[in-house]
Antibody, heavy 122, light 106 residues
Framework: QVQLQESGPGLVKPSQTLSLTCTVSGGSISSGDYYWSWIRQHPGKGLEWIGYIYYSGTTFFNPSLKSRVTISVDTSKNQFSLKLSSVTAADTAVYYC??????????????WGQGTMVTVSS | DIQMTQSPSSLSASVGDRVTITCRASQSISSYFNWYQHKPGRAPKLLIYAASSLQSGVPSRFSGSGSGTDFTLTISSLQPEDFASYYCQQTYTTPWTFGQGTKVEI
């Protein structure tokens, strides 16, 4: 079955760029039936959607992060990636990637990665 | 942004109990609404989509209802593996937003 796995540094210095990759296995990221999203969870807090990408490269971001976020896709590697620039301690969180599907006309995240903890600290 | 407010934020229950969690949206979202289960260190799991549709593989003791602004997740008979946090989500309009979560404890 389809699985997602996040990877990337667990520690990033303030003002630098956080970079994470999500590898999709068991299915093709180029399937037109899905979008691919990033979500994060601050320690002890709720979930925050960051943005999504379609295999064609079309993206949409949360306005609260839009100025600092880049999401890209590499269909040859079956991966999509997140870059968040100018990070501060407020960006410390567990970052999840997820498959974003349309079921009954409703978008939902039907498959998630395990998540990766990223700490912003000098 | 559409605000999603869950209640309660936590609850204590026993195996076999009927558990109900509610979520209220700050504006009408029709049925563009989902429920997720999340256990520490695990990937979140989609339980209910489109307010009342059971995701494939999810036990039938989970059910969802509601439309517009008020939604409910019901666990008909709580099982040991159901102790977790539960989150609601709206996908009516971007940015997609989540509730703050409900922790179900023993």
């Amino acid at each position: 079955q389809v699985q997602l796995q996040e990877s990337g540094p667990g520690l990033v210095k303030p003002s630098q760029t956080l970079s994470l990759t999500c590898t999709v296995s068991g299915g093709s990221i180029s399937s037109g039936d899905y979008y691919w999203s990033w979500i994060r969870q601050h320690p002890g807090k709720g979930l925050e959607w960051i943005g999504y990408i379609y295999y064609s490269g079309t993206t949409f971001f949360n306005p609260s992060l839009k100025s600092r976020v880049t999401i890209s896709v590499d269909t040859s590697k079956n991966q999509f990636s997140l870059k968040l620039s100018s990070v501060t301690a407020a960006d410390t969180a567990v970052y999840y990637c997820a498959r974003d599907r349309v079921g009954s006309g409703i978008r939902s995240f039907d498959i998630w990665g395990q998540g990766t903890m990223v700490t912003v600290s000098s | 942004d559409i605000q999603m407010t869950q209640s309660p934020s936590s609850l204590s229950a026993s195996v076999g109990d009927r558990v109900t969690i509610t979520c209220r949206a700050s504006q009408s979202i029709s049925s563009y609404f989902n429920w997720y289960q999340h256990k520490p260190g695990r990937a979140p799991k989609l339980l209910i989509y489109a307010a009342s549709s059971l995701q494939s593989g999810v036990p039938s003791r989970f059910s969802g209802s509601g439309s517009g602004t008020d939604f409910t997740l019901t666990i008909s008979s709580l099982q040991p593996e159901d102790f977790a946090s539960y989150y609601c989500q709206q996908t009516y309009t971007t940015p997609w937003t989540f509730g703050q979560g409900t922790k179900v404890e023993i």
